[in-house]
């Protein structure tokens, strides 16, 4: 499969001056890619965009993954400033604290939810129409968490096990289209979100501190790295390490003969002719 090049695409990433996303903007970035970058502070990606290169090739713009209707409009305007959006990175997310349901602060599992999945669903609806005139690529940083449920951590493991259902979907429905869909999948690595983590007694206690064992983190490179190489393959998958692929591609195993035999021929074609025809 020839590599989809990104030189010359632009990629825009929510959630961009974050640990992941500002290491993503360098390496793209580096790739040749131009860079719509979404964050909540409009002065962070400023300096952020400054630091990647001349407003020609990054520009930075204030935006809340929980405001559909802004997300729509930053993302019309990085459309109108670069003339395209090839790829969008749904990448904005935040930590829950460790608690147990019993005690567990309603607002904090509403918004890890309302962050972490529906604002992955909000970037998508609003990128998806500048995505689909380019034939391009959607990608949900979603984590291993998705696959593997801790304990103390409802919220965030449910939000992201959403997010990987969610983009299955969605690369059902824009097959026909053209348009590449996928999840990423990456296990611990050193960010300011996981210092929030450490930073909480209880959390330290569930992961033994992130030190050794099953739940040792990696270094940041290894998972940008793996999405980088993701997008130019347009991956359904992406995960980092790549040892933990096997972990990560069970819970599906039987996903592509349901979507053979379970949805043949023009079946997702109709249905979403329907649907649209009945909103």
Same mark, same amino acid.
């Not at 793209?28 to 962070?44: C, I, K």
């Not at 918004?111 to 034939?135: C, M, Q, Y």
């Not at 195993?253 to 997702?268: K, L």
């Given at each position: 499969?020839?590599?989809?090049?990104?030189?010359?695409?632009?990629?825009?990433?929510?959630?961009?001056?974050?640990?992941?996303? %500002?290491?993503?903007?360098?390496?793209?970035?580096?790739?040749? %890619?131009?860079?719509?970058?979404?964050?909540?502070?409009?002065?962070?990606?400023?300096?952020?965009?400054?630091?990647?290169?001349?407003?020609?090739?990054?520009?930075?713009?204030?935006?809340?993954?929980?405001?559909?209707?802004?997300?729509?409009?930053?993302?019309?305007?990085?459309?109108?400033?670069?003339?395209?959006?090839?790829?969008?990175?749904?990448?904005?997310?935040?930590?829950?604290?460790?608690?147990?349901?019993?005690?567990?602060?309603?607002?904090?599992?509403?918004?890890?939810?309302?962050?972490?999945?529906?604002?992955?669903?909000?970037?998508?609806?609003?990128?998806?129409?500048?995505?689909?005139?380019?034939?391009?690529?959607?990608?949900?940083?979603?984590?291993?968490?998705?696959?593997?449920?801790?304990?103390?951590?409802?919220?965030?493991?449910?939000?992201?096990?959403?997010?990987?259902?969610?983009?299955?979907?969605?690369?059902?429905?824009?097959?026909?289209?053209?348009?590449?869909?996928?999840?990423?999948?990456?296990?611990?690595?050193?960010?300011?979100?996981?210092?929030?983590?450490?930073?909480?007694?209880?959390?330290?206690?569930?992961?033994?501190?992130?030190?050794?064992?099953?739940?040792?983190?990696?270094?940041?490179?290894?998972?940008?790295?793996?999405?980088?190489?993701?997008?130019?393959?347009?991956?359904?998958?992406?995960?980092?390490?790549?040892?933990?692929?096997?972990?990560?591609?069970?819970?599906?195993?039987?996903?592509?003969?349901?979507?053979?035999?379970?949805?043949?021929?023009?079946?997702?074609?109709?249905?979403?002719?329907?649907?649209?025809?009945?909103?």
């Amino acid at each position: 499969m020839t590599k989809y090049n990104l030189a010359g695409r632009t990629v825009a990433i929510t959630g961009s001056t974050g640990g992941l996303g %500002a290491a993503l903007a360098v390496t793209l970035r580096a790739r040749g %890619a131009n860079l719509a970058l979404f964050d909540l502070s409009q002065e962070a990606v400023d300096k952020q965009a400054a630091e990647l290169g001349p407003a020609t090739v990054a520009r930075g713009w204030s935006a809340d993954v929980r405001d559909l209707a802004g997300l729509e409009s930053v993302m019309d305007a990085a459309a109108e400033h670069f003339g395209r959006i090839d790829v969008v990175i749904a990448n904005a997310g935040v930590a829950a604290a460790s608690a147990p349901l019993s005690v567990l602060d309603p607002n904090d599992f509403e918004r890890a939810i309302d962050v972490n999945l529906s604002g992955v669903w909000r970037t998508f609806r609003a990128g998806l129409p500048h995505v689909e005139k380019r034939k391009g690529y959607l990608l949900a940083i979603s984590s291993m968490a998705a696959f593997i449920h801790s304990p103390l951590n409802g919220p965030y493991v449910a939000s992201k096990a959403g997010v990987w259902a969610l983009a299955d979907a969605t690369r059902l429905e824009l097959r026909d289209a053209g348009v590449g869909v996928g999840s990423a999948h990456p296990t611990f690595f050193r960010t300011p979100m996981m210092d929030e983590v450490h930073a909480d007694p209880a959390g330290t206690a569930v992961w033994g501190g992130n030190t050794g064992g099953m739940w040792k983190m990696i270094p940041i490179e290894e998972v940008v790295d793996a999405i980088v190489d993701g997008i130019e393959n347009r991956a359904d998958l992406i995960v980092a390490p790549k040892n933990l692929a096997m972990v990560a591609r069970m819970p599906g195993v039987v996903r592509p003969f349901v979507e053979r035999f379970g949805f043949p021929g023009s079946t997702i074609r109709d249905a979403m002719a329907l649907a649209t025809r009945k909103n």
